[in-house]
């Protein structure tokens, strides 16, 4: 019995170590931009070995990165760009999911099919047409115009429809004995059930709508409507590439993402909705 315990908890101590070494490989980049972005201009970035601690630690590269170029009205235009993004593309894709999954009519499967097929396409096939299609609607130099291609996606309406298809029958039968309609059944009963997908979705589509740099770099020129990662590349040219700067300006961009992960992580998980089901 001892043995077994005593491998028991050999396994346990390989496992955490084998997970520790991924942790710390994965993690390795973003602790070697912070360690940058904290280096004085003394020291040596490219140093062989490499010195992951900075030896005389600063923060003057990031107050010198805020003051020089308006990065507060970076963070306001991502923060405006990927609060509307997330809230559009849930309502959107919460809507059009509802009926292929709850309701019965002619061709869902094959609308459903059709629709999932787009993710395998990629961005820049379509690309130029959206480009040309903003621009006729007059959104180019526009919030709305960056947002437009993240309106819906073929992934969220996907994960939706799974997500609806999970709710009990008998939470939407007693719903409809008690004179709910489709609309109010929708927003009352069916949003409320799925919510641990719907911040899944979030999460994705802020990360997806923050980190974006292609597409607001082809429909945006007016400076004062660029996003931090435009903002973030234009580090590279007014600095003559310091990679101090640049990784200080990396840091400011990607915190928001990481307090947002941290605090929404614990609703990344599966939740019983089947609980709701009284016997």
């Known amino acids: 019995m001892n043995w077994i315990t005593q491998k028991s908890r050999w396994q346990k101590l390989v496992m955490y170590g084998l997970l520790g070494a991924i942790a710390l490989v994965t993690l390795f980049p973003l602790l070697w931009l912070i360690s940058t972005a ?21 923060v003057d590269n990031f107050f ?14 991502s923060t405006l760009v990927a609060v509307l993004t997330v809230g559009l593309n849930l309502l959107f894709c919460a809507l059009a ?12 499967n094959w609308i459903f099919i059709a629709i999932v097929s787009t993710i395998m396409i990629p961005f820049q096939i ?19 115009g ?8 073929a992934f969220g309406i996907f994960l939706l429809r799974q997500a609806f298809m999970g709710v009990p029958k008998e939470i939407e039968e007693a719903a409809r004995m008690d004179g709910s309609s489709e609309l109010g059944l929708w927003w009352h009963i069916m949003l409320p059930a799925v919510k641990p997908a719907l911040v899944t979705l979030a ?12 597409w607001p770099l082809i429909v945006i020129q007016d400076e004062n409507l660029y996003t931090l990662p435009l903002g973030v590349a234009k ?3 007014t600095f003559s590439l310091d990679w101090r700067l640049v990784a200080a300006g990396s840091v400011i ?3 928001p993402v990481l307090i947002l992960f941290l605090i929404l992580q614990r609703y990344i998980v599966e939740t019983d909705i089947g609980s709701g089901v009284k016997g």
């Open 38 to 58: 904290l280096k004085s201009p003394t020291e040596n970035i490219f140093q062989s070995p490499p010195q992951l601690l900075p030896v005389q630690p600063t």
């Open 64 to 77: 010198k990165v805020w003051n020089s170029l308006p990065f507060a009205q970076y963070l306001y235009n």
């Open 97 to 108: 999911a509802y009926p292929l999954a709850r309701l019965s009519f002619p061709g869902r």
């Open 126 to 144: 379509v690309m130029i047409p959206l480009y040309i299609l903003t621009v006729q609607m007059g959104l180019r130099n526009t919030y709305l």
């Open 146 to 153: 960056m947002i437009f291609p993240s309106l819906a996606s």
């Open 203 to 214: 999460i994705f589509v802020f990360i997806g709508s923050w980190s974006d740099f292609l």
């Open 235 to 237: 580090l590279a040219g």
């Open 253 to 255: 961009a990607i915190a």
